[in-house]
């Protein structure tokens, strides 16, 4: 037994309802960072900035968590493997001779452009995230937060104890600032966009038929391994961006 399919003209209707949902929702993101850019000192920026990223990483968890209703700990070590990522890739060869001298792969005498750095910082967490996805989106419950839970642990293991790559618990210093204000709150409304679109999106709105009952939904056809594995991987992306900005 397979679901019904939507007529394409009805789909097209109702992922244009969510484009212009997405858009006004994301709207009040940039009218804060107007106001803010307007009206409020320096400290004020940085403190909208990084509010602006906090919403990123929530949306990120929304599209796995909010649509799965799988709970999940470890979308933080995205924003890691993102920022540090960028950081290593785009901080120039000279205050890498200072921090991180040592690097492996290479990785001390080379230099990337920002958005070279953070493609490149997206595209390992894409390759991880589709790694991990194979086993995590296979479970429910319990078993899938204590298997996310370790996962975080292994990343944060890997943070703190590859100083010569990470730096350890010292900070990362010399990384070129490219974003201001404006940059962040474009990127977290882009997200809004995203996330809603992902959420009335035909995986998205089967994923939220998943999540009560994965088995009555294997029973009418849907594929719950392959929707949850889609949708790790794109709050993945979403976090890690949120992890470049950040850096």
């Not at 969510?18 to 940039?30: F, N, Q, R, S």
């Not at 890498?96 to 040592?102: E, F, M």
């Not at 600032?177 to 409304?189: P, T, Y």
Request: aromatic share 8%; glycine share 10%; with cysteine.
């Amino acid at each position: 037994m397979t679901t019904p399919a939507l007529s394409p003209a009805t789909r097209r209707r109702w992922l244009k309802r969510a484009l212009v949902g997405g858009l006004i929702t994301a709207l009040p993101v940039l009218a804060l960072a107007l106001l803010i850019d307007v009206a409020a000192p320096g400290y004020y920026r940085h403190l909208a900035a990084s509010a602006m990223i906090n919403l990123m990483i929530v949306l990120g968890l929304q599209v796995y968590m909010g649509n799965s209703g799988v709970v999940h700990l470890g979308h933080s070590a995205f924003v890691g493997l993102g920022a540090y990522g960028a950081a290593i890739l785009a901080t120039p060869v000279a205050m890498k001779a200072l921090s991180i001298p040592n690097a492996p792969f290479g990785l001390a005498h080379v230099q990337f452009s920002p958005l070279v750095a953070a493609a490149l910082a997206l595209a390992v967490v894409g390759v991880i995230a589709l790694v991990s996805g194979l086993i995590i989106a296979r479970l429910s419950g319990v078993a899938a937060t204590i298997v996310s839970l370790a996962f975080l642990i292994i990343c944060h293991g890997m943070f703190l104890n590859w100083p010569v790559l990470f730096k350890g618990n010292q900070a990362f210093f010399g990384i070129p600032r490219e974003l201001g204000l404006w940059g962040v709150a474009l990127g977290a409304a882009a997200t809004v966009v995203l996330a809603r679109v992902f959420r009335e999106s035909r995986t998205g709105m089967q994923l939220r038929a998943t999540a009560q009952d994965p088995q009555a939904a294997r029973a009418i056809g849907l594929d719950v391994t392959g929707l949850r594995r889609r949708a790790w991987i794109v709050s993945a992306l979403i976090c890690g961006g949120a992890g470049v900005m950040f850096a």
